[in-house]
């Protein structure tokens, strides 16, 4: 038996930098929309930018050059960007929010950037097991 609701409240929130709302209404049943900030490419310097780039902005190095807590999200093409929407440009590296320890991340490739490595659990892309942290092993 499938129950539906006659009414829900109407509610905004904003999440990771985009917005998620959620309406309803008795003809159309439950309606969930979940919006992603775009990748913006705001810094195409050498070095650190100017000011610490935030979620879903690139180009970075480092975690160093995100706000806050944000990590720098290595791509060597035009990977996604987890929580960010849109392809941005080939090798720009984005800003964004690791949801967990337990969420995969890019941090470097062939030991690139070298501050990055040895790699933590869930961070690629490591190679042999010299490019993983101590205990865990490729």
């Given at each position: 038996m499938i129950i539906?609701r006659?009414?829900?409240l109407?509610l905004s929130?904003?999440?990771?930098?985009?917005?998620i709302?959620?309406?309803?209404?008795?003809?159309?049943?439950t309606?969930?929309?979940l919006q992603?900030?775009a990748?913006?490419n705001t810094?195409s310097?050498?070095g650190?930018?100017p000011?610490?780039?935030?979620n879903c902005?690139?180009?970075?190095?480092?975690?160093?050059?995100?706000?806050g807590?944000l990590?720098?999200?290595?791509r060597?093409?035009?990977?996604?960007?987890?929580g960010?929407?849109?392809?941005?440009?080939?090798?720009?590296?984005?800003?964004?929010?690791?949801?967990?320890a337990?969420?995969?991340?890019?941090?470097?490739?062939n030991?690139?950037?070298?501050?990055n490595?040895p790699?933590g659990l869930?961070?690629?892309?490591?190679d042999s097991?010299?490019?993983?942290?101590?205990?865990?092993?490729?």
């Amino acid at each position: 038996m499938i129950i539906k609701r006659s009414a829900i409240l109407l509610l905004s929130t904003t999440f990771l930098g985009g917005s998620i709302s959620a309406a309803d209404s008795a003809a159309a049943g439950t309606q969930r929309e979940l919006q992603e900030p775009a990748l913006q490419n705001t810094f195409s310097g050498k070095g650190a930018p100017p000011n610490p780039l935030p979620n879903c902005h690139g180009d970075c190095d480092d975690d160093s050059h995100c706000e806050g807590d944000l990590v720098c999200f290595q791509r060597f093409g035009y990977e996604k960007v987890p929580g960010c929407s849109g392809t941005g440009f080939r090798k720009v590296d984005f800003c964004g929010v690791r949801a967990t320890a337990n969420t995969l991340w890019m941090k470097g490739d062939n030991g690139r950037p070298s501050r990055n490595f040895p790699l933590g659990l869930c961070e690629g892309d490591c190679d042999s097991d010299a490019d993983c942290d101590t205990g865990l092993v490729w």
